[in-house]
């Protein structure tokens, strides 16, 4: 499994050691609600946390934890999904997902992890286009994927909700 290191940041694929800085971001009504209606019991966390091991173990990549080099703090998470998620349109090409921690925020640590993922996915999966879908009230996350080179082609809904769907070209 791939640990990737950034002027900041390192990024490891997740592990059971990660739950409770899970738990207390998903527990953060600030940063849960910009992606979920209420924030995650431990127990949703946990089965996260299990579908994020399993995806790098079924398919070799999956969401990375966000660690700060210098103190070991933990930042957020980055990752290249294969979800099979049922919408319209299908993603048919790598998912690029993302948070980082509200105290965190605004400090370029989101763009430097997504740089470091999108490098890889670019370079090892060899992925000539990766996609992302934001819900569209996240407006910091549409700023930052903007900044990283997406660009949106569809409007849809995904579990009830509308969400948009943007692309990103390999570089």
């Not at 299990?50 to 930042?75: P, S």
């Not at 690029?96 to 925020?105: D, E, H, I, S, Y």
């Not at 992302?132 to 990283?148: D, W, Y």
């Not at 909700?161 to 070209?169: G, H, N, Q, S």
Request: glycine share 6%; proline share 6%; with cysteine.
């Amino acid at each position: 499994m791939t640990i990737l290191i950034t002027e900041r940041l390192t990024l490891s694929p997740m592990q059971a050691s990660d739950l409770p800085d899970l738990i207390a971001l998903w527990a953060d009504p600030a940063f849960a609600t910009a992606i979920f209606p209420a924030p995650l019991s431990s127990e949703d966390v946990w089965f996260r946390l299990l579908r994020d091991i399993g995806h790098w173990e079924a398919l070799g990549f999956g969401n990375w934890a966000i660690r700060e080099t210098a103190t070991g703090d933990y930042v957020g998470s980055v990752g290249v999904l294969d979800y099979h998620r049922i919408l319209e349109p299908a993603l048919d090409a790598p998912e690029l997902g993302w948070g980082v921690a509200p105290r965190f925020q605004g400090k370029g640590m989101a763009f430097e992890a997504l740089s470091a993922a999108l490098a890889w996915c670019d370079e090892t999966l060899n992925a000539s286009r990766t996609v992302c879908m934001i819900s569209p009230a996240n407006a910091a996350s549409h700023a930052l994927a903007k900044r990283a080179g997406y660009t949106a082609y569809a409007e849809t809904t995904y579990k009830d909700a509308p969400v948009v769907l943007l692309e990103r070209r390999a570089a």
